[in-house]
């Protein structure tokens, strides 16, 4: 089955770190760019970070810039996301995408929620 | 960069057909054909329901649309089923690698 799972997703202190990621399985990981994207409670879709299928270019919002880190592993068909100095802004259910050569999310994981507390 | 903007909610009876609109700027919606909308359900991953601004995903009911002129794209339910209750997102290539998003739009089937 053709599939995204995202996994690494907790409780943590304002201040703290967390690693995200994300596991792909029925395709062919190495052949996409793949994306973060997050939703807060109530709020809408935010994109967060990108990474080329090779993994040679990276991209992120300016709200996590310098914060956070993308990076994938092929061999192991996996991304991930590193977060830190987290804030309360950052609580948010993160998604991992597969992008598509002309610019769509063909597909998602279900999803792995941050929450961002003392 | 602002996000996309699209109305916070629509509504329409079973049966009706309801439009969603996403506007944008020469810069992302109105310069290149790489609109896609998204639908999600309440405690779900969102759903592709159409890409490069009209082509729909197999799987997809035709009943679901999607077209674009100038700055303005637009989603096109036809034949609204109560199924069809959930936020919906625009999302455009905006150039340079870069993608912008919509705000979302709450879609209420009466």
């Known amino acids: 089955e053709v599939q995204l799972v995202e996994s690494g997703g907790g409780l943590v202190q304002p201040g703290g770190s967390l690693r995200l990621s994300c596991a792909g399985s029925?395709?062919?990981?190495?052949?996409?760019?793949m994306h973060w994207v997050r939703q807060a409670p109530g709020k809408g879709l935010e994109y967060v970070s990108a990474i080329s299928s090779s993994g040679g270019s990276t991209y992120y919002a300016n709200s996590v810039k310098g914060r956070f880190t993308i990076s994938r592993d092929n061999s192991k068909n996996t991304l991930y996301l590193q977060m830190g100095s987290l804030r309360a802004e950052d609580m948010a259910v993160y998604y991992c995408a597969r992008l598509r050569g002309n610019w769509y999310f063909d597909l998602w994981g279900r999803g792995t929620l941050v929450t961002v507390s003392s | 960069q602002s996000a996309l903007t699209q109305p916070p909610s629509a509504s329409g009876s079973p049966g009706q057909s309801v439009t969603i609109s996403c506007t944008g700027t020469s810069s992302d919606v109105g310069g290149y054909n790489y609109v896609s909308w998204y639908q999600q359900h309440p405690g779900k991953a969102p759903k592709l329901m159409i890409y490069?601004?009209?082509k729909r995903p197999s799987g997809v009911p035709d009943r679901f649309s999607g077209s674009k002129s100038g700055n303005t794209a637009s989603l096109t339910v036809s034949g609204l089923q109560a199924e069809d209750e959930a936020d919906y997102y625009c999302?455009?290539?905006?150039?340079?690698?870069?993608?912008?998003f919509g705000g979302g739009t709450k879609l209420t089937v009466l």
């Open positions: 029925g395709f062919t990981f190495t052949n996409y760019a």
């Open positions: 490069e601004v009209s």
């Open positions: 999302i455009s290539y905006t150039g340079s690698n870069n993608l912008i």
